[in-house]
């Protein structure tokens, strides 16, 4: 089954770094742009990062200047380096496809924030 397998999140106090990693199964990953989503508790899913199939990203203001979005075409991963962390980062992150209809989600992974 192709699926989205995200990894990398944890516990970790406000100013500190985390690198999130996300493999896709499928052998057509290369061809679409990719994104990083998050939801925390109460809100809907968002958009944090995106990244065109041949590398160009894009961020959402919350995060510029924070968080790195990177991909590597030939490991089907995308990865998100997020540096200077907030409590207000606190939630489940997803990777997905951008700009279109959402692929099956993955189970994501918990980042949390906090002294």
């Known amino acids: 089954q192709v699926r989205f397998v995200e990894s990398g999140g944890g516990l970790v106090q406000p100013g500190g770094s985390l690198r999130l990693s996300c493999v896709h199964s499928g052998s057509i990953f290369k061809i679409f742009a990719m994104g990083w989503y998050r939801q925390a508790p109460g809100k809907e899913r968002e958009l944090v990062a995106g990244?065109?199939?041949?590398?160009?990203?894009n961020y959402a203001d919350s995060v510029k200047g924070r968080f790195t979005i990177s991909r590597d075409n030939a490991l089907n991963t995308v990865y998100l380096q997020m540096n200077s962390l907030k409590p207000e980062d606190t939630a489940v992150y997803y990777c997905n496809v951008e700009g279109r209809t959402p692929w099956s989600w993955g189970q994501g992974t918990q980042v949390t924030v906090s002294s």
């Open positions: 990244i065109t199939s041949g590398g160009s990203p």
